[in-house]
């Protein structure tokens, strides 16, 4: 039996870039994108969820140039969920990603 795990999003970068790098020089930048949900809630309004994306290497740095927030993106990647701790906690945490392999600029930077 094949599995997939594949996801494209299109929406808003919702926050501003912070381009970081690993200990071994790794670019990585973490981005959140609004993604307008395809109904609206009862009092008229259309939902809204906030995904996190994780870029690594030269599209980290290339989306860091170009892109800033409010810009409309397309995202490609797979979904991640991994668990953490925080300290002084004994429960642990999940957390969403997705790993990003594409991103398509949909608009021009102002």
Do not use: H
Not at 28 to 41: E, F, N, Q, S
Not at 62 to 88: D, F, I
Not at 89 to 102: G, H, L, M, N, W
């Amino acid at each position: 039996m094949m599995m997939l795990n594949r996801i494209i999003l299109i929406g808003r970068i919702a926050n501003d870039l912070d381009l970081r790098y690993t200990g071994n020089g790794n670019a990585i930048l973490r981005m959140t994108i609004a993604v307008d949900r395809p109904y609206k809630a009862k009092n008229g309004n259309r939902e809204t969820d906030f995904i996190i994306c994780v870029i690594w290497g030269k599209l980290a740095e290339t989306c860091a140039k170009y892109l800033k927030k409010g810009l409309l993106v397309a995202v490609e990647g797979r979904l991640e969920v991994r668990t953490y701790q925080e300290k002084n906690e004994t429960k642990e945490r999940f957390i969403s990603e997705v790993i990003a392999d594409d991103v398509r600029f949909l608009e021009k930077k102002r």
